[in-house]
């Protein structure tokens, strides 16, 4: 969770309650289309199509991979080996996910309403979208393919109908 004010905390009870079915639970800009307020058409359409990107070269069944508000399983963080993370930025997002997807972790993902930042400014640079954009290819050929096929993932939407 970012502390920027763009990831509304009323919206951490629906990531706790899917955190008892899943190893992670993805707080999601576009799961349901795009629930975002007060971006630049630019920066919506820079971030969804990073999304669409690294979910294609990847293969990992995620609507926002580089999203930052996400819950995570304690027992599948030390199965993944944090420390053995390599990116940093947007990148991390999406090699923390692909590390998760290739252990057969299970995936959780609702949409959340993001908001603008409160306080703070911008981390992306060129090199970060260099980092974003080559990263996803590391993950998919150095640490490789899952090792079995990963469960299911689980989809839910606090606007969701019946």
């Known amino acids: 969770m970012d502390a920027d004010g763009s990831h509304g905390p009323v919206f951490l009870p629906l990531l706790l309650d899917l955190s008892a079915e899943a190893d992670l639970v993805v707080g999601s800009r576009y799961l349901n289309g795009v629930s975002v307020l007060n971006w630049p058409l630019r920066r919506v359409l820079l971030s969804a199509f990073a999304n669409i990107y690294c979910r294609w070269v990847t293969g990992v069944p995620c609507y926002d991979l ?14 993944i080996g944090v420390p053995r993370v390599r990116a940093s930025g947007y990148a991390y997002q999406i090699e923390m996910k692909y590390r998760i ?4 972790g299970r995936f959780a993902e609702t949409n959340i309403l993001f908001l603008e930042r409160l306080a703070g400014t911008s981390k992306i640079s ?12 590391w993950c998919r050929f150095v640490l ?15 606007n969701a109908g019946p």
């Open 126 to 137: 060129p090199g970060r979208i260099t980092e974003g954009l080559r990263h996803p290819w």
């Open 144 to 158: 490789g393919r899952p090792k079995t096929p990963p469960p299911i993932p689980l989809y839910r939407g606090w």
């Open 101 to 104: 997807w290739r252990e057969g």
């Open 66 to 79: 580089t999203a930052g508000f996400c819950c995570y399983r304690a027992e599948m963080l030390r199965r």
